[in-house]
């Protein structure tokens, strides 16, 4: 199919961006990479009257480290993620691991993150990140600026708080996790996850400090599983507590059955990905058997 008829604005500026999206409110959809909006337009699942097109607005292309964050500017592609270079992505590794997952290598190429955090589909790679790493994601709008939390931004599927006319410009990853991993399950490579894991871990000794534990692809935004982070969180970990773990997080989820996999394979594959994503994270082999971890992780 064809796009319905809009209106196009190549923009050069954010605040050039911002006036246009003022000016048409939410029939405006800005454009990025166009890997999900392009196809959402060619089924006519979205019309908008007017596309504001900010490929071409400089300085939203960047990744930088401040301290032990790392800011990534909206208009990255998943694919300067994925080949970031080591002094970048030390102790952020994961986000270059996750990059391999996001769909395939012209995807990875085009879609850019801010695109996918905007766009919010609860299997993203980034989105489960965003809200695993305490990411702060940046907008702005014509009344400024504003850091919102990735744990408030999701409010349902292919839903965000923010407004119409707001711009997503940066995600800032605030801190450093040595120990962390993703595992997905995915019929196809370059699929979408039927679901995926996120952890992220703090040790001392083998010992858990602090943990984040989020899944993907089992409800309508990306679920950080507090329960399972509350048991892990002080135990020693073990291949027998990982298991528990995973347990736990099948437990704590309610999936749809759809013609991809029905709920109940849904909550198996969660106890799977959780423990893999925990054994891997604390550098164990790959079906989530955990290794003792010296030191701390900071
Ligand atoms: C076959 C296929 C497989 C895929 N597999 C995966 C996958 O496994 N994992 C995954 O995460 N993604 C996957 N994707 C989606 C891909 O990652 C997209 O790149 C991403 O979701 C959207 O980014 P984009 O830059 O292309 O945004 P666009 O498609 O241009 O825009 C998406 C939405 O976000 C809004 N938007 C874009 N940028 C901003 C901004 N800076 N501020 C505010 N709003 C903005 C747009 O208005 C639109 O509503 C897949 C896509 C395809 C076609």
């Excluded at 790392?70 to 986000?95: C, K, N, P, Q, Y």
């Excluded at 969180?233 to 309610?254: K, N, Q, R, Y």
């Amino acid at each position: 199919m064809k796009p319905a008829r809009f209106e196009y604005r190549r923009v050069a500026t954010v605040d050039e961006a911002i006036e246009h999206l003022s000016e048409v409110g939410d029939e405006a959809k800005v454009l990025a990479g166009g890997q999900s909006l392009v196809p959402l337009l060619g089924f006519r699942l979205a019309r908008p009257r007017m596309l504001v097109d900010i490929t071409r607005v400089e300085g939203l292309r960047y990744m930088r480290r401040d301290g032990e964050a790392l800011r990534i500017g909206a208009l990255t592609v998943h694919r300067a993620v994925e080949t970031m270079r080591s002094s970048l992505a030390d102790g952020h590794r994961i986000l270059a691991e996750a990059a391999r997952w996001v769909g395939h290598y012209p995807i990875r190429t085009r879609g850019t993150f801010g695109g996918s955090i905007a766009h919010a589909d609860p299997a993203s790679e980034w989105c489960m990140l965003a809200v695993a790493l305490d990411a702060v994601v940046t907008a702005q709008g014509p009344g400024g600026k504003r850091d919102i939390p990735a744990g408030e931004l999701f409010q349902g599927f292919f839903t965000t708080v923010l407004a119409p006319d707001e711009l997503i410009i940066e995600v800032r990853f605030p801190r450093v996790w040595e120990h962390a991993a993703i595992e997905e399950f995915a019929r196809r490579k370059g699929d979408f996850a039927l679901v995926a894991a996120t952890v992220a871990l703090d040790l001392e000794d083998g010992r858990c400090r602090d943990a984040r534990i989020v899944l993907g692809g089992v409800d309508e935004v990306p679920l950080r599983l507090l329960e399972a982070e509350r048991a892990l969180t002080g135990a020693v970990c073990s291949t027998p507590l990982f298991e528990e773990i995973g347990d736990l997080a099948s437990a704590a989820i309610s999936p749809v059955s759809d013609i991809h996999a029905d709920a109940e394979h849904r909550r198996e594959l969660a106890a799977v990905v959780v423990r893999r994503a925990l054994g891997r994270a604390v550098g164990g082999g790959p079906d989530g058997d955990s290794r003792p971890v010296e030191g701390s992780s900071r």
